[in-house]
T-cell receptor, first 114, second 114 residues
Framework: EAGVAQSPRYKIIEKRQSVAFWCNPI?????LYWYQQILGQGPKLLIQ????????DSQLPKDRFSAERLKGVDSTLKIQPAKLEDSAVYLC????????????FGPGTRLLVL | KQEVTQIPAALSVPEGENLVLNCSFT??????LQWFRQDPGKGLTSLLL?????REQTSGRLNASLDKSSGRSTLYIAASQPGDSATYLC?????????????FGEGTQLTVNP
């Protein structure tokens, strides 16, 4: 079974530029999560989708971050404009249902904002 | 607000030693607690998931316990090996939140020396 795929793996941009990350969850997984992990910290949930609907985006900085999950499969996370403090690893995860199962994580996209 | 703390932040042990990693959380109203492993430059791998009604879970050399009333969990690793070197994260799924948001600790960086 293929795991969660993410691209790109690394991205370097200058502040005020825009950037987008892509995630393809495990086939059949209805729930998709985006986390931000700043160096030395645990991941923090940014947004959670159930199929193509948003379940929880309470910790998403909506003035600069946006995410979508068209057709309930792939998802993109965008930052516009980026700030220095956005430097982090962005992790995508998926799970079968919105319940108590394990979340499966992708390898992450490492973003450096200069 | 749920807070998760992991002690110690870093641990270095010789190969073959048994060790315990600690996790504490401030609000006992949780659905479950998970232990993850994170290797450098990679995503998270779920090791063990303990439902709130359970006391412990075991997988191979790993044993995780949960004392919900005191807000504590431990991950016991028996006969440690150099391949166990990684960062170990615990995460709780609080009750009363929308979706299935996980709240993570900052992790314990484990080094097992040959």
């Amino acid at each position: 079974e293929a795991g969660v795929a993410q691209s790109p793996r690394y991205k370097i941009i200058e502040k005020r530029q825009s950037v987008a990350f892509w995630c393809n969850p495990i086939s059949g997984h209805a729930t998709l999560y985006w986390y931000q992990q700043i160096l030395g910290q645990g991941p923090k949930l940014l947004i959670q989708f159930q199929n193509n609907g948003v379940v929880d985006d309470s910790q998403l900085p909506k003035d600069r971050f946006s995410a979508e999950r068209l057709k309930g499969v792939d998802s993109t996370l965008k930052i516009q404009p980026a700030k220095l403090e956005d430097s982090a690893v962005y992790l995508c995860a998926s799970s079968y249902l919105l319940a108590v199962e394990t979340q499966y994580f992708g390898p992450g996209t490492r973003l450096l904002v200069l | 607000k749920q807070e998760v703390t992991q002690i110690p932040a870093a641990l270095s042990v010789p190969e073959g030693e048994n060790l315990v990693l600690n996790c504490s959380f401030t609000d006992s109203a949780i659905y479950n607690l998970q232990w993850f492993r994170q290797d450098p430059g990679k995503g998270l791998t779920s090791l063990l998931l303990i439902q709130s009604s359970q006391r412990e879970q075991t997988s191979g050399r790993l044993n995780a316990s949960l004392d919900k009333s005191s807000g504590r969990s431990t991950l016991y690793i028996a006969a440690s090996q150099p391949g166990d070197s990684a960062t170990y994260l615990c995460a709780v799924r609080p009750r009363g939140t929308s979706g299935s948001r996980l709240t993570f600790g900052e992790g314990t960086q484990l080094t097992v020396n040959p």
